[in-house]
């Protein structure tokens, strides 16, 4: 069984920093691009960061600079290490594993993140 588990959100300071973690399990973690979306209210869901299995990296333009994606394969997690945090990053951040050759994707179930004074 597939379980997708994040953590880290919570109520932030504009200009502040948090980290998301994201275990996932029952997969082979270390085959799968790893990613981290968001969806705001009233927004579509947006790629934030993605990770490839080479520990390549891509960002949305409206974070880079100001997040960091990283992942430990021997745990099987990806994090997200968001800094000088703005009001308009405030969403439900989801982390995704895909494997493109066999049509796999799985989801998180999301974690909050508020930014606000």
């Known amino acids: 069984q597939v379980q997708v588990v994040e953590s880290g959100g919570g109520l932030v300071q504009p200009g502040g920093s948090l980290r998301l973690s994201c275990v996932a399990s029952?997969?082979?973690?270390?085959?799968?691009?790893m990613g981290w979306y968001r969806q705001a209210p009233g927004k579509e869901r947006e790629l934030v960061a993605e990770?490839?299995?080479?520990?390549?990296?891509n960002y949305a333009d409206s974070v880079e600079g100001r997040f960091t994606i990283s992942r430990d394969n021997a745990k099987s997690t990806v994090y997200l290490q968001m800094n000088n945090l703005k009001p308009e990053d405030a969403a439900v951040y989801y982390c995704?594993?895909?494997?493109?050759?066999?049509?796999?994707?799985?989801w998180g179930q999301g974690t909050q993140v508020t930014v606000s004074s």
């Open positions: 995704n594993g895909k494997f493109a050759p066999w049509g796999e994707s799985y």
């Open positions: 029952g997969i082979t973690f270390s085959l799968f691009v």
């Open positions: 990770i490839g299995n080479s520990g390549s990296t």
